[in-house]
């Protein structure tokens, strides 16, 4: 069944977008450009609505053509999670139209997380709440069949029950509404979006797979639709099928340049395919734009989060030591800095625990003297106090200082991880292992050593593969290897390295460590030394890794 069009009474009409189509269009504000809050439209075509800096859409609806501008880019920002400014160019459209059914529905939606697995509930329904006390009174009050059906599923999204039993609920109401609406390609890409959810934040290959499809379909038919280029990326955000989000990688920041999401998320594709160059080059775009956002709220800029945890990684597997030490001393400022707000403070905590720990996990030993200092952890949660006591573990070893280290070793055990976060928790035993197995074979036990470091590698390989950098901060397997290796087990080395790269594609160590397993003059070396070459040529002057290759 095709959208039906909404007449505007400016006379222009919003109709569904063709098949295959890549024209893009403006639908103003009334007939005057300019005259709304929020990024300005541009005129392209007669189907999609275009707001440069964040993609477009075809959103028809029978909100005032007024409203239009900010509802589109709330929407778009919603796409790229944008979840703060969506809500606020919504509002705009409610004060605009104060009787715009989904101008009401899209401040709900930025409420649920569904690849976070966060929901607030008592803040999607306040909002639904100003338009209409009651779900019947809201249908009452919503113009269409089509747009009741929005209503309908947002109200079941956030209705009384588990929030799983919940999310599964909205789903099949949102398949319901895509099946109905075949070309409405809004109805299938946060239907693609709440498949994502179902898991509740774990990765479920089948679903994903599922969610994939349909936001490559809605990537086909409009690739400049940041929801579908978005939805393709984090359905296969892992090793196996990143190949498959190549092009909307490439097409998602270029086509999103406002939302330093967009920006970033290119780097989930990158990274499971390890091209640290094209991770680097995301990331800075991303912390780019959130500097210029918070210099704009005069906020002071940030050396942590997320995405700095990502550029500072790329760093590291670039062989940049140097400038992810300076990433990560910027980022411990940060946590004790008055000047930042204290979340911000808080989550400097836990972000320059990684910056730590993802530089300590790639190093040899004599080279952890710098980066050690452990922050103010004042009230941190345990997931922040056992990734400090990883770290502080590890760099112990490096100093040669093992009474210290199993001190840190014991800290690590006794904290209960009951309260860490869902998507750090299932490794904690990862934590545990690989530091034990590396107190080990600091201590000469190599076969004590190779049996922690086994028991965690075979752990780790039951969980899900995480996106992004590696929780684990040393992969087992590769810690595996490493001891393999020092035991004169060159072949059995060999083959843990190329599984450890399987998971974790092209880290710098596993390499290294690989060619030195092979023997870098033997010939089934020879691609993986071109492959080491080509990392290391941004590497800083005096890595160890250079010596695998000659300089």
Known sequence: ????????????????????????????????????????????????????????????NSGSDAAQTDFVTGVLLLHSFEYDRAAEAFRRAQGIDPDFALAYWGEAMTHTHPVWNEKDVDAARAVLDRFAPTAAERLERTPTERERSYMRAVDVLYGAGEKAALDTAYSAAMAELAAAHPDDLEARTFHALSILGLSQGDRNVPSYMEAGAIALDAFGRNPEHPGAAHYVIHSF??????????????????????AAHAQHMTSHIFLARGMWDDVVEANINADGVVDRQLAAAGLPATNCGHYNDWLQYGFVQRGELDRAVDMQQACLADASDPEQPEARRRGATFSSANMRNWYLADVVDGQSVVAVERADLGDAPPVARMS????????????????????????????????????????????????????????????SALGAARTAAEYEASLPVDFGPPVAYKPAREL???????????????????????????????LAGLVSALGPDAPEAAPVVEQLRALLRHADSDHPARASVGG
């Open 1 to 60: 069944m095709p959208i039906e069009p909404i007449q505007r009474t400016s006379g222009l009409v919003m109709t569904r977008p063709r098949r295959g189509s890549a024209a893009v269009l403006l639908v103003a504000c009334g007939v005057v450009l300019g005259s709304c809050a929020g990024a300005p439209a541009t005129p392209v075509s007669d189907e999609l609505v275009r707001i440069e800096g964040l993609g477009a859409l075809a959103f028809p």
């Open 237 to 258: 955000d892992d090793p196996t099928h990143a190949i498959l989000a190549m092009e909307a990688a490439r097409a998602y920041a270029p086509m999103a340049p406002d």
């Open 388 to 447: 400090w006591a990883w770290g502080d573990g590890v760099a112990a070893v490096h100093r040669g200082d093992l009474a210290s280290a199993r001190t840190h070793l014991a800290e690590l055990e006794t904290i209960d991880a009951g309260d860490a976060l869902a998507w750090a928790s299932p490794y904690v035993p990862v934590w545990r292992g690989t530091l034990r197995a590396w107190i080990d074979r600091a201590a000469g036990d190599l076969d």
């Open 480 to 510: 595996e290897a490493d001891i393999l290796l020092e035991m004169g087990r060159s072949a059995d080395a060999a083959g843990a390295y190329r599984t450890s790269l399987g998971r974790t594609p092209n880290r710098l160590s596993a």
